[in-house]
């Protein structure tokens, strides 16, 4: 059987055999009077032997549509075959909502992140596909983030925790978020040298506490500062 799948194709409707004006055999379209005659058919016989004109419309004789054999070479070169679709090494294909479908999704692909209030409601993100991140969020509005391992979100198991090392510092003060040094946060101790225009050294540095004693801080073997009592307390610095 011959394979005319590479034969070009003659499209002149319902046809009937007929005479022209000077005896010619023609082939006539009664619809619309299109003819095409013997000649026609040995010219594009001897233009497909030639790279020309493949494809004779309706009307061959007024009106032809002519596509070239190497201009259809360069489209079937730039095709995607069927049987790349889906395939390894081949293009995804895309469902009814324009996804790639589920069994071409690649090991770890990111296609959606939801932000849940807790665990609970993670598990009833019934429409979550494999590779989907789910943060859960607590109080503070921080979260952690899960993937969606397998396509079944309803299993624990399957949501896999994305894991993110811990910050350096964890407060300060006591403190989390923008911080701003407060009243009391430092004490005498953590503060060395000169503050302000003070330069503590055998200086007062201020009433005690409720029984109304004085701190003082002297050098090191000096004697006591003029004025203290038993009942203020004297630093003495070391050297």
Avoid: C
């Avoid at 999704?105 to 209030?117: K, Y």
């Amino acid at each position: 059987m011959t394979d005319n799948s590479e034969k070009p194709i003659i499209y002149i409707g319902a046809i009937e055999l007929d005479e022209d004006s000077d005896g010619n055999a023609v082939w006539r379209n009664p619809e619309d009077g299109a003819e095409i005659t013997l000649s026609d058919v040995i010219e594009l016989k001897a233009d497909l032997e030639t790279d020309d004109a493949v494809r004779v419309d309706r009307e061959p004789s007024d009106n032809v549509d002519v596509a070239r054999k190497t201009e259809i070479d360069d489209l079937d070169d730039a095709k995607i075959d069927l049987a790349e679709k889906g395939a390894e090494d081949g293009v995804a294909e895309l469902d009814g909502d324009a996804l790639i479908r589920e069994g071409q999704i690649p090991s770890l692909a990111i296609t959606d992140v939801e932000v849940f209030d807790d665990f609970d409601a993670v598990l009833e993100w019934d429409d979550a596909r494999q590779g989907d991140v789910a943060i859960v969020k607590d109080e503070d509005d921080h979260g952690e983030a899960y993937i969606l391992t397998s396509d079944d979100p309803g299993d624990e198991d399957n949501w896999q925790r994305l894991k993110t090392p811990r910050p350096p510092v964890d407060d300060v003060f006591g403190r989390t978020g923008s911080i701003s040094a407060e009243s009391g946060d430092y004490s005498y101790g953590q503060i060395d040298g000169e503050h302000g225009s003070e330069d503590h050294d055998d200086t007062v540095l201020g009433d005690g506490d409720s029984e109304g004693r004085s701190i003082y801080v002297v050098e090191e073997g000096a004697s006591d500062p003029p004025g203290a009592d038993d009942e203020d307390i004297i630093f003495e610095k070391e050297d």
